[in-house]
């Protein structure tokens, strides 16, 4: 079994649908999601793990197509640093991968 490091930067706070990042999607700090963008709402906990899933399906992805494991990048270097942001923050969890039910509720509007 193999375990990855993945940054764990703003995953509570960066939405899995439309991307928007900003500490105003956890009104009150609380344990509820809210992206003041697109309304997504979800447990804050779900939300990080998915956060978590999708960057390291991105990691293992580099990995595969370089060859060289590159989770552990020096992030002391603010260009590297927002460079990976900047990727984690193009990833969406859409609901085609998601097939449960919580989020068709979510969805249907
Ligand atoms: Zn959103």
Known sequence: MIASKVSAHYTSQSCVKCGHTSK???PNKGLLFRCECCGYELH????GSRNIALRTLLVRQDWMSR???SASPD???DETKAEILQRFSELRWTLDAS?????KRVSAK
């Open 24 to 26: 105003a999607n956890r």
């Open 44 to 47: 804050a906990d779900l939300l």
């Open 67 to 69: 060859g060289v494991l």
């Open 75 to 77: 992030v002391s270097k």
């Open 99 to 103: 097939p449960n039910l919580a989020d």
